[in-house]
């Protein structure tokens, strides 16, 4: 049996990131943009990338050891911590943000500090 080969690719046509654009397109047609809410939609994107690799997205999961809780952390078969997000809301000044998150200790290695603007793709 072959075994399937696993991609880093994603491309402008993933299933994926059409929901994505079109879940902050229906949020901007609502007048929503705080970030507990246009956060899920960047939530479910990595939520369904994280799967096709057999991974798994968790939310609000702390760091072993730490009083760190990034938004998610992406995992893989075994446990291990591949990535994490880090939202923030868009009224927020981003580079300030991850600059006080640095401080605090969060995690480097394949983190996305992301504030996701409602914007229509």
């Given at each position: 049996?072959?075994?399937?080969?696993?991609?880093?690719?994603?491309?402008?046509?993933?299933?994926?990131?059409?929901?994505?654009?079109?879940?902050?397109?229906?949020?901007?047609?609502?007048?929503?943009?705080?970030?507990?809410?246009?956060?899920?939609?960047?939530?479910?994107?990595l939520t369904a990338l994280a799967?096709?690799?057999?991974?798994?997205?968790?939310?609000?999961?702390?760091?072993?050891?730490?009083?760190?809780?990034?938004?998610?952390?992406?995992?893989?078969?075994?446990?291990?911590?591949?990535?994490?997000?880090?939202?923030?809301?868009?009224?927020?000044?981003?580079?300030?943000?991850?600059?006080?998150?640095?401080?605090?200790?969060?995690?480097?290695?394949?983190?996305?500090?992301?504030?996701?603007?409602?914007?229509?793709?």
């Amino acid at each position: 049996m072959a075994k399937s080969k696993l991609t880093t690719a994603i491309d402008v046509d993933h299933p994926a990131l059409a929901l994505y654009y079109a879940t902050l397109a229906e949020y901007k047609s609502q007048g929503v943009h705080h970030e507990g809410a246009v956060s899920t939609a960047f939530e479910n994107l990595l939520t369904a990338l994280a799967r096709q690799r057999g991974w798994v997205f968790i939310p609000l999961l702390s760091v072993t050891g730490r009083r760190i809780i990034p938004d998610g952390t992406i995992r893989d078969s075994h446990g291990l911590p591949r990535a994490y997000w880090e939202a923030k809301d868009t009224d927020d000044d981003l580079e300030q943000e991850i600059k006080k998150k640095i401080a605090k200790g969060y995690p480097l290695n394949n983190i996305i500090f992301e504030d996701t603007s409602v914007v229509s793709h």
